[in-house]
């Protein structure tokens, strides 16, 4: 008699709450049958599974190793030192904190260090693809600094120069207006390398700091695809979950001269005791981002991404900037359909078992939470060996979802194909469910 796997590498033990293992079972079958797109998200190893699900999490470890305030922390100042060593290693970084309980939280951390109350910083516009904490008026983080933003570049009909990249010469008369404290690099949503040096420049110009928030394409980083802010910008903020393939977490990396102010924000500035078990498991990704085959991995999600656009492109969808150079794929779908909102492709989608996120595009006519454009992402489904090959038959799935889109019957039919695709690409299938 099987059982369902609960996705939890320690799944007999979950039999104590069946409650419990049933809703692990089915998110497990949720992201075994359906496509993952959403560009945030990865699948990590099953030692990463494990590592997060260990008796770390038992531990209080207030402050850092060698220097905590409670007992008993021999075993976890090893594990935090071999994280934060093969962090640096990983990146060839000066010091690394590896304790940061998210991204969001590194980029508080990084404004704490580098800033007081009430400094000006020059960072994304959110609807051209910043984040929360670039100043988004629901965040803390515009209550506390003043915040000034950039965008991209306005599209045009030329194919060679497609426009919405970021506009380096708004960026520097921004900066020569304003006279921030610290520039932002980063975003969630572009789908272009975000080089670092020319922002470096423009901080120089005006004597400010320069923050380089690599949530998005850290993987990407440390595979070798895309350049390396380390050792350009003065800190650099990353998720560990998206592009990097571990964890959900954050960590931060920087040169010596803001390790003390760096260390200081996370604890005791920001958070209490750090997630050890979570940190073990950090440490577990730096070491399988740090191998050969990571940097293959990481070229397949761009090549994939690349591919995926094709497709969309190929069903009429019009691709922000004109196309991709890392794991996702902004679609504008206005050229598709004029009366097609983010939000009603977002839910069909769903239906079809194409699991994404509707996204403002830039100068979105339509508000964030309805929103013309979709937001694609290859870095899960590559992790699960797809290729070019599956990238285009997903491009025509979500083309043709879109246009079938009133007819339950036919996303009925698209749904039972994506689970048949799926079933040849399951993202666990060391996890046994006997
Ligand atoms: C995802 C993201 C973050 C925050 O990550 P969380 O772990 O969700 O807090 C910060 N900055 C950028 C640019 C991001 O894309």
Known sequence: MSSPMSGSPFDPWLTADPEVRSLLAAEVDRQSTTLQLIASENFTS??????????LTNKYAEGYPGRRYYGGNQVIDEVEDLAR?????????????????????????AYQALLQPGDTVLAMRLD?????????????????????????????????????IIDFDQVADLARTHRPKLIVAGSTAYSRIIDPLPFREIADSVDAK??????????????????????????????????????????????SEYAKAIDGAIFPGLQGGPLENVIAAKAVAFAEAARPEFAAYSAQVVANAKALAASVAAEGVRLVS??????????????????????????VLDRAGITCNRNTIPDDPRSPFITSGLRLGTAALTTTGMGPAEMARIGALLGRTLRERA??????????????????????PDLAGA
Not at 140 to 147: A, G, H
Request: proline share 6%.
């Open 46 to 55: 099953t030692a990463v599974l494990a590592a997060t699900g260990s008796v």
């Open 85 to 109: 060593d093969r962090l640096k290693a990983l990146f060839g970084a000066e010091h690394a904190n590896v304790q940061p309980h998210a991204g969001s939280n590194a980029n508080l951390a």
């Open 128 to 164: 051209h693809g910043g984040h929360l904490t670039h100043g988004s008026p629901a965040s803390i983080t515009s209550k506390v600094w003043n915040f000034v933003s950039y965008g991209v570049s306005a599209a045009t009909d030329d194919p060679d120069k497609p426009g919405e």
């Open 210 to 255: 320069f923050l380089y928030d690599a949530a998005h394409p850290a993987g990407l980083i440390a595979g070798g695809v895309h350049p390396s802010p380390v050792g350009v910008a003065d800190v650099v903020t990353f998720t560990t979950h998206k592009t990097l393939r571990g964890p959900r977490g954050g960590a931060i990396v920087c040169a």
């Open 322 to 347: 004109g196309g991709t150079e890392n794991h996702q794929v902004l679609c504008d779908l206005r050229s598709f359909d004029a009366e097609l909102t983010g939000k009603e492709a977002q839910e």
């Open 407 to 428: 007819d339950e019957a036919a996303v009925a039919s698209i749904r039972a194909e994506v689970r048949e695709l799926c079933a040849g690409f399951p993202p666990y």
